[in-house]
């Protein structure tokens, strides 16, 4: 069975500074995608960051990348420079290349302080 | 702008009545949509996955009868929540991946959410 684990409820960070946003994951399927979205309190969910398991690389978008550790099954969101915008929910997720369906972790609420 | 549209973006009904939620992938074709609740504070539970033309799988624990999903289209996915009670307000949020086209394959879309509250 797929799961999904963000331990950090809630994170503080100042803004212009980076933030790290723990994410691992258990599987047993060798093929998996995992996905970062970040849901602000309109409700929205927007798609941030995808990363494949066999990608040689880390996935990078703008301000967002993924610290992928394949052994260490982690999957985290480091959002550079923060913005006060960027205050809002972020759920890391997972989905096996067969099912398809996407499982989401618990959450993490990000505040960005002035 | 948006890609997949929810309608109503929220309602009010009185308990033991019965609501219909529409989804629609408006720029691509959708052969799967998923239909998820959210609780306040709470992370996002699958409640079903639907196919264009075939039943819906429902996940453990979700009642079928009660949450009617119907997928008659490539574009379109309704959920009716039949019977509403109280412990069914929240929100609903459903998803859409494109099956073809210029959308990424590996991306999944989601729409704005239904905030639903039953009195």
């Known amino acids: 069975a797929q799961k999904i684990t963000q331990t950090q409820p809630g994170m503080f960070v100042q803004e212009k500074e980076a933030v790290t946003l723990d994410c691992t994951y258990d599987t047993s399927d060798p093929s998996y995608g995992l996905f970062w979205y970040k849901q602000p309190s309109s409700g929205e969910m927007i798609f941030l960051i995808y990363q494949g398991s066999y990608d040689q690389q880390n996935a990078t978008e703008g301000r967002y990348s993924l610290n992928f550790q394949k052994a260490r099954k982690s999957a985290n969101l480091v959002i550079s420079a923060s913005q006060l915008g960027d205050s809002a929910m972020y759920f890391c997720?997972?989905?096996?290349?067969?099912?398809?369906?996407?499982?989401f972790g618990q959450g993490t609420e990000l505040s960005v302080k002035p | 702008g948006a890609v997949v549209s929810q309608h109503p973006s929220w309602v009010i009904c009185k308990s033991g009545t019965s609501v219909k939620i529409e989804c629609r992938s408006l720029d691509f074709q959708a052969t799967t949509m998923f239909w998820y609740r959210q609780f306040p504070k709470q992370s996002l539970m699958l409640m079903a996955t639907?196919?264009?033309?075939?039943?819906?799988?429902?996940e453990q624990g979700v009642e079928k009868d009660k949450f009617l999903i119907n997928h008659a289209s490539l574009t379109l996915s309704t959920l009716t929540v039949t019977s509403a009670h109280p412990e069914d307000s929240s929100f609903y949020i459903c998803s859409a991946r494109s099956s073809t086209g210029t959308r990424a394959a590996y991306e999944q879309y989601f729409g704005p959410g239904t905030r639903l509250t039953v009195t």
């Open positions: 997720a997972m989905r096996n290349n067969q099912g398809g369906k996407l499982i």
């Open positions: 639907s196919n264009e033309g075939s039943k819906a799988t429902y």
